[in-house]
């Protein structure tokens, strides 16, 4: 499978904080890939070494299969759409002036579609960008940055500070617009990612605890509540894919990480008895995140 | 270039307030010089304020444009939506020279000839000048300001580095008052200031090129402060010595220099002073030299020398001062003026010492006589441009007030000038005021200076009680810059001692 982005053992350090330690990410083609963390977890830093916008310490990112460092803008530039929640924009450029500015730019700009963003986005074309609104300037950030089809559209943290009709109609304007394309979304809310991101990696402190397609996410994760006939004494030593076990005199409440059906199920027999009650729940996204971020912070 | 046009367009649409001040700011200027020129006609008609504000002004305004249009683009920084776009940095660099070279290079240029005419110089025999004078400010001034805003993000940040350049060069002034950039080297002065300039600009273009190709914004701000020290320490890092074998490689003429000799003025004996100062630690030498053997039709004049004093026991003391400051030259009157150790003189000063030394000379031949009537007729004079001589005044007990005034376009030619204001009519011309006229030269071999002003201006006055009929320019262009070693032997330094 060939990938749109790449990063290997990548590194970035400001100073004596080492920001990132070690990214390993890869992004398929095709791909909507959500790259969630907490605030200061080093997501914009890797956007930002992937747009050759800072360079890392140790390491290497890829970007269409070639070295970050070496993007050109006639050869790349012109195929990658990026926007970010933090950009500075030409405040004083109305927003017919900004598609029209940046159109020479694109050899493949379309005009219709240019078009028919600034209607799906209501944008007042002669409104200056100094003039809009935060969520406004985001769409006008994002028609600007789909109306020349890119194969990859770079959001980083695009939906910050943006109310949830202002998210929804951007989240609806870019999966009409980028048909085909590589998205890769950063963002601090997994809520804000899960109803459309094929893939998903959390990263934290400058570190991916995981990263893969979130069916397979979904589906591997499952809540296990055991329910013993007696009281059992505490045990130790659970298999290492049980995540969060919480236990009480006759109830074992667990994640499994790895469920595996038939597989599974014969491992909790072994362990609590044949005759223990087991409920098995599939789980939202949310709650595998927040297990997950526990396990791994205790891990660390 | 299409994506630079582009680009250039986009500034040109966004700063149209700034250009229409530096437009403004450049008609000033051009208006004011071009009024200026009728000071050649009426010395009344002086516009020095207003002429001094435009040229303070025309500088700010173009810093302001450069400013703003490189800020277009910010640099340092890691938000501006133009580095994710597919900018190419050779495009964007070529639309903000273009932007330059069309908003301020052009109007000024354009300026510079409307002023030209109006002083009656033909500016397409002035192409050389106005072309130079564009290169200099663009190397000296246009392109430095454009690689500080490039590694600057902001007014703040660039006021903050103008601070903190004009806090460093008022302390190295302070602290090293001999070596600031080309102040006390004359006509040489020229090799220490283009030194500095080529310094300025190479670093200028390094900047620029390394920073919009690859945004290394602290890398570059530290080549900004070597090149920022370099000029400073420029004047230092230049022997003069050195100075002059370069402005000598220059020279127009070859002149046969082995009759020229270096002697001790014994006519002029009684100018000679030995100056012990106070302490004893230092005593100051003042010896008169004769220049002899000068060819027919060619002045000397000395320009610098170094020397040594040579004890009878062979021990040897170097002149302690810059060699442009051991001599005195005043025309035909040559005095070394250096200072040797207390100590030294004291064990030399009743015995007969050598003094041992080389003299650097300018020679100037090539003699021309231009005559300029009263009457306020501007006339075209080699070495000066173009001059008028005026006469007011009359009647009264004062008598009369004659002025030479002058215009020289892009520099004033290095000549030696003497000004005769003459009565004719006599068996006798008489010489009213035999003067060179009090102006900056430089040997400089381009053809124009670094000055924002396209035209100098000069003069020179005397008052005579009777009608004099019109103005002598004796002018004597430089010819060749050389070296001559002498001896000064059998001095007793003590004979001349200053008690």
Known sequence: MSHTLRTIGLRKRFGRTMVLDGLDMAVPEGAIYGLVGPNGAGKSTTIKILMNIHKASGGRAEVFGRDSRKISPRRDLTRIGYVSENQEFPEWMTVEYFMAYLKPFYPAWDDERAEELLRQFELPRDRKLMHLSHGMRMKAALASSLAYRPQLIVLDEPFTGLDSLVRDELIEGLLESAEGATIFISSHDLAEIESFASHVGYLDRGRMQFSEEMSSLIQRFREVEVTLEAPAPRANGWPPTWLSVEQSAALVRFVDAQFDGEKSMADVRRVFGEESAVAVRPMPLRQIFVTLARAGRKAA | ?499
């Open chain 2, 1 to 499: 270039m299409r994506q630079a046009l582009h680009i250039l367009k986009k500034d040109a649409r966004h700063l149209w307030f700034e250009i229409v001040i530096v437009l403004a700011v450049t008609a000033a200027f051009a208006f004011v010089g071009a009024r200026r020129a009728f000071w050649l006609d009426d010395p009344n008609a002086n516009r020095s304020v207003a002429w001094t504000m435009v040229q303070i002004l025309l500088p700010l305004a173009w810093w302001i444009l450069i400013a703003r249009v490189v800020y277009s683009e910010t640099l340092p920084g890691d938000r501006q939506f133009w580095t994710t776009r597919p900018y190419r940095w050779t495009s964007l660099l070529g639309a903000k020279l273009l932007f330059i070279a069309m908003f301020v290079n052009l109007p000024w240029f354009i300026a510079d000839v409307i002023i030209l005419r109006a002083y009656g110089f033909a500016p397409e025999s002035q192409l050389a000048g106005l072309f130079t004078a564009q290169l200099l400010i663009s190397v000296a001034f246009l392109l430095p300001v454009a690689a500080v805003c490039a590694v600057t993000s902001g007014f703040v940040q660039l006021l903050s580095a103008g601070f903190v350049l004009f806090v460093v060069v008022l302390a190295w002034n302070t602290a090293f008052p001999q070596l600031v950039l080309g102040a006390t080297w004359g006509a040489f002065n020229w090799i220490a200031v283009y030194c500095a300039i080529l310094v300025a600009g190479f670093g200028a273009l390094v900047i620029l090129i390394w920073q919009y190709a690859r945004r290394k914004t602290w890398s570059n701000r530290a080549v900004a402060a070597v090149a920022a020290i370099t000029v400073l320490a420029g004047a230092a890092l230049i022997p003069w010595t050195s100075a002059f074998a370069v402005q000598s490689r220059l020279s127009k003429q070859q002149i046969d220099v082995h009759s020229i000799q270096v002697l001790f003025d014994s006519d002029r004996k009684w100018l000679a002073r030995v100056r012990p100062d106070r302490f004893g630690t230092a005593v100051g030498i003042e010896l008169p030299l004769k220049i002899d053997g000068v060819p027919p039709g060619i002045e000397a004049k000395a320009e610098g020398l170094t020397m040594q004093v040579v004890g009878p026991d062979g021990t040897t003391r170097q002149g302690a001062r810059r060699p442009w400051m051991q001599i005195d030259s005043d025309r035909q009157l040559s005095t070394l003026m250096s200072e040797v150790d207390g100590p030294f003189y004291q064990s030399v000063k009743d015995k007969a010492v050598k003094i041992r030394g080389t003299l650097y000379l300018t020679l100037f031949g090539n003699r021309r006589t231009t005559l300029i009537p009263f009457g306020g007729e501007r006339i075209a004079t080699r070495g000066m441009g173009i001059c008028s001589a005026h006469r007011t005044g009359g009647g009264s007990s004062m008598g009369y007030i004659y002025l030479l005034l002058c215009a020289s376009p892009f520099r004033t030619a290095p000549d030696l000038i003497t000004v005769h204001f003459e009565e004719r009519g006599k068996d006798v011309f008489r010489e009213i005021r035999p003067d060179a006229v009090r102006r900056m030269i430089s040997y400089s071999p381009l053809p124009a200076d670094l000055d924002i002003s396209p035209v100098s201006q000069y003069f020179t006055l005397t008052q005579f009680p009777r009608e004099l009929s019109d103005v002598a320019i004796d002018d004597a262009e430089p010819l060749e810059h050389v070296t001559r070693e002498f001896e000064l032997d059998g001095l007793r330094l003590g004979e001349f001692e200053v008690k």
